[in-house]
């Protein structure tokens, strides 16, 4: 709150206090302050003014720094993605005090074209809740079990039944390769032969290595 109070009383405040958090989070691999920084971010979001705000929508800030957060090589927790991405989805709603956040939608519009999902809203979230506990108070009927089988003996066309905990992980694990492959394609887009960058080319080969991991993980979801 300290560094609210100095980002609205001063002249200068504003356009600082963005340049430091931009400086905060540039090229930092450190899990931990980049957290601390979103949560500072935050807080300065819900009570700074206009002139703030609009400096945090901008493209330069947004899509320069709070984006290129979501590039594999920084290894970010899904939890800490899914932060960023929540960000940029509800200032892309607006602000009152009529602050223009038309660069922060182009953004949003951008990802969600490049097939990012974002993660659901308080409400969504609740309205999902809600939905699946109408189901779980009217389970279908019951109907006939089938035989038992032999330990040896797997069907076929057999579907493979996990736990909640199991799925929801294998989820998480999903969405990690479907961002990774985005981000590979953009690569491959990208790069003119002749000119790659040596960090993009590094970055090339792990997805390699990763290949036959998400084979198996979208292998195994067909069969959910």
């Not at 694990?173 to 887009?189: C, F, G, H, P, S």
Request: hydrophobic fraction near 35%; glycine fraction near 4%.
């Amino acid at each position: 709150m300290h560094i609210c109070d100095i980002i609205n009383t001063t002249q200068d405040g504003p356009k600082d206090g963005v340049k430091a958090l931009k400086k905060r989070i540039s090229k930092n691999y450190n899990h931990k302050e980049i957290q601390l920084t979103l949560s500072l971010i935050d807080m300065c979001m819900q009570n700074c003014g206009p002139s703030f705000q609009s400096l945090i929508v901008k493209k330069e800030f947004v899509k320069e720094s709070l984006v290129k957060l979501l590039n594999p090589r920084y290894n970010l927790p899904l939890d800490i993605q899914n932060r960023i991405l929540n960000f940029i989805k509800t200032w892309s709603q607006g602000f009152p005090g009529g602050v223009d956040v038309s660069e922060v939608k182009e953004v949003y519009l951008d990802l969600l074209k490049k097939g990012v999902q974002f993660p659901p809203s308080d409400a969504e979230a609740e309205t999902a809740g809600q939905e699946t506990a109408q189901i779980s108070s009217n389970p279908p009927a019951s109907v006939p079990t089938a035989p038992a089988l032999s330990p040896g003996v797997v069907p076929k066309n057999s579907t493979i039944t996990l736990v909640p905990e199991q799925i929801g992980k294998l989820h998480s694990e999903l969405d990690m390769v479907k961002m990774n492959v985005r981000v590979m394609a953009t690569i491959l887009m990208e790069n003119t032969p002749g000119s790659e960058n040596h960090e993009d080319i590094e970055l090339l080969q792990v997805y390699d290595f990763r290949d036959s991991q998400s084979k198996c993980l979208l292998k195994l979801f067909s069969k959910l």
